[in-house]
């Protein structure tokens, strides 16, 4: 099994519950158990700013999927929450990101690993701290990339990370 670690948000309609909602169709499966999730946090949009605040967290899920698997089965999860993909940092229901499988290095087509975004992202680097401040990207711990970043206007709306376990059903399977 693998530990790998994903990046969740969203900002249209209820992103909370469908965050939530998401985590536990994940934690369902045979092949993914959610071992941590960080609290949830508002977080200004970043890149396309004329848009209503995100809410993100960060999840590390024990997973016998491959890199590619896992990335399958996030979009899918998204598709299932009607994702739409009509502007590049737009409004979103569902976000969910592959930030991490196993510390390992992996590049194809359609992914690269580690994310090659998240030390550019505060909206990523403050939930991962939660779960991972050790976890190494590039040639520094989570951690010690956070300071770097400014993390003007990220608010914890949680004090810990059990708000996906509690929330109402949502209809989607």
Known sequence: M????LGLGGNVGDPKEAMAA????????EDCHVVAVSRLYRTPPWG???QPDFFNACATVETSLDPRALLALCLETER??????????GPRTLD?????HDGVD???EALTLPHPRITERAF????LADIAPDLAVSDRRVAEWLPLLPGDGIEPVTSDGNWWRNA?????R
């Open 2 to 5: 693998a530990l790998a670690r």
């Open 168 to 172: 109402p059903p949502t209809g989607v």
């Open 80 to 89: 299932a929450f009607k994702r739409e993909r009509r502007e590049r940092w």
């Open 48 to 50: 396309k700013t004329d």
């Open 96 to 100: 969910l990101d592959v930030l991490d």
């Open 124 to 127: 990523v680097l403050v939930p």
């Open 22 to 29: 998401a985590l536990r169709l994940i934690d369902d499966r």
């Open 106 to 108: 992996y590049h194809d």
